[in-house]
């Protein structure tokens, strides 16, 4: 059998109850930046390889962070 290496710097996916449009975020992956506050841009990739990634597009910024399905 492989050894299987989880990166511990991505975070699993958690969906609290549904999502509406109308409604707060209710998951763990963030709308605006936590350093500065602008909203962040995203990479769906969760159906070809279960990953969504967000960033921030700030130059001064540049955070980001990866989850996992």
């Known amino acids: ?3 299987v290496h989880v990166d ?4 699993k996916i958690e969906i609290k109850g549904w999502l509406d449009e ?6 763990n992956i963030p709308k605006y930046c936590p350093i500065c506050g ?16 967000v960033w921030c ?3 001064k ?9």
């Open 1 to 3: 059998m492989k050894d």
């Open 8 to 11: 511990s710097s991505k975070k």
């Open 22 to 27: 109308d409604e707060e975020n209710k998951s």
């Open 38 to 53: 602008k909203k962040l841009s995203y990479t769906n990739a969760l159906q070809t390889c279960g990953i969504y990634f």
């Open 57 to 59: 597009s700030n130059l």
């Open 61 to 69: 910024c540049r955070w980001c962070k990866e989850f996992i399905e």
